[in-house]
């Protein structure tokens, strides 16, 4: 299995600063890139038989896809001010480019698709808002693509957890297919801190402990999860945003809560 960590490093020529396929992360369905442009460059590209949904983590763009162009779109400064991101769903195969009005960090969330459905920016006012857990398991959900929402296979939601709060929290999976009780879902967490020099904990671990990894996650890091539970923490005087993207070959997201710390749920209620 490969490393379940992904560090970024410095932009390429197409401006990627760290980039995860199927193929790299040994599964089939969830692919994801993040790009860092400065005002004024652009990223194009067409990706044959997948959808995309392109999330403007932080800055401001143009984004044509096709036919179609979205000007202006995002806008906030950081993935922890309290607003929306811009937000673009591109059908499989359909050419896209994004050019940068102010610095950008641009997420290019893919999974397979048929081509089916339109280009579309995705309304703030379609990004429902959620707050999970209580107490130091409180976090605050923003579903930017949820099942809700027209696509063929992806699922993708930001999340900020509070300094000294857990999340994704209690641990919990979706890697089979059960019917009513589990889907067969793969993930990928893309972690901010904020403050940057600050870190966060992810373990990833199945009820066999075949695997079993604790995870140092630093500003920018990518975390894969292919299977098991994967809870997050976040050390106080640090908070934490993560972007998550799940595919798989059912797009609904039912999970299970690991049954040794399901009781943290029946305490809540």
């Not at 179609?68 to 806008?75: I, P, Q």
Request: aromatic share 8%.
């Amino acid at each position: 299995m490969p490393q379940l960590r992904v560090r970024p490093h410095a932009p390429d020529h197409t401006g990627t600063v760290l980039e995860v396929t199927p193929a790299s992360a040994g599964w089939r369905h969830v692919g994801f890139k993040v790009l860092r442009l400065q005002p004024g460059e652009s990223h194009a590209d067409t990706l044959a038989g997948r959808e995309a949904c392109l999330v403007l983590v932080a800055g401001t763009a143009d984004i044509k896809v096709g036919e179609d162009t979205f000007a202006g779109l995002g806008g906030r400064a950081t993935p922890f001010e309290d607003r929306a991101p811009g937000a673009v769903y591109v059908p499989a195969g359909v050419a896209f480019e994004v050019t940068a009005r102010t610095a950008l960090e641009l997420a290019v969330c893919s999974a397979p698709g048929t081509g089916a459905g339109h280009a579309r920016a995705i309304d703030a006012a379609r990004m429902s808002r959620e707050v999970r857990g209580s107490d130091t398991n409180t976090r605050y959900v923003r579903n930017i693509l949820p099942e809700t929402e027209p696509a063929e296979g992806l699922l993708v939601v930001e999340v900020i957890t509070p300094g000294g709060h857990w999340s994704s929290y209690p641990p919990h999976k979706h890697d089979t297919a059960t019917a009513g009780q589990e889907t067969l879902l793969e993930e990928t967490y893309y972690h901010r801190i904020q403050p940057p020099q600050g870190f966060a904990i992810q373990r990833v671990y199945t009820d066999d402990r075949s695997l079993d990894e604790t995870i140092a996650v630093e500003d920018g890091d990518v975390v894969m999860v292919p299977c098991g539970y994967h809870p997050v923490g976040a050390p106080h005087g640090y908070d934490l945003y993560y972007l998550n993207v799940m595919a798989g070959p059912e797009r609904r997201w039912i999970f299970r809560n690991d049954p040794a710390h399901d009781w943290i749920v029946r305490q809540q209620r």
